[in-house]
């Protein structure tokens, strides 16, 4: 996991990541691509201006290119 976001509810409630797993797992989304989609959007949150943030969302994508 990574360590930008283990203090955030859906990973640090057993019961909630258990639910977000199953979710994932029906909809065929790797979980990995979750994890690092919202760690990216923490990582930029309280920018004014997000530069080339669909860039970084592409490459997390294309990473996994089960989900396309």
């Not at 258990?18 to 760690?39: D, G, S």
């Not at 309280?46 to 860039?55: A, F, L, P």
């Amino acid at each position: 996991m990574l360590h930008s976001i283990g203090d955030l509810p859906l990973w640090s409630d057993k019961k909630a990541y258990q639910i977000l797993e199953n979710i994932c797992k029906e909809e065929h989304i790797p979980i990995v691509v979750l994890q690092e989609l919202v760690a990216l959007e923490r990582k930029r949150l309280g920018e004014t201006r997000r530069h080339k943030i669909n860039d970084e969302i592409d490459k997390i994508l294309e990473r996994n290119p089960s989900i396309s």
